[in-house]
């Protein structure tokens, strides 16, 4: 169990150091750090009996205050109990409007650790920049 806590700081590790690192919800329930919430879930099965894998984690990639469009990540986790060790198998992206309808979805299927997107690039693939068509001049040139 103890290789198993291990396994968990580990993979939060590698997500915070993505920039994913703010909370997170396991298979619905379970808010907060993704360390604390997969430990939860782990200890909330009981003794004795093993965890359901793989788990859905969702977080929000990027929230506006004013209560605007966002963008939310969910990762499939998977677990490997030969080595006791935590993968994402795919990250799913969306861009949603303020009442929950998608605007724009990617689905990636994950099979390393480097192919998990940072927090920044996963926003930029659903989301359309506009800054370059805002800098562009309008009107009349002095």
Known sequence: MEKFKESIIAFSQLLSGKGHDGHFNVNGAFAGPLAECLDWYTKWKGPGTKPDWPVSVFTYSEWAPDNSRYVSSTFKIDHDPAIQQLFVTSMEIEH?????????????????????????????????????RLQRKRGLKH
């Open 96 to 132: 949603k409007s303020i009442a929950g309808h998608s605007i724009a979805k990617l689905t990636l299927r994950i099979t390393d650790p480097a192919d998990i997107p940072t927090k920044k690039q996963a926003i930029q693939s659903v989301k359309p920049d506009f800054s370059a």
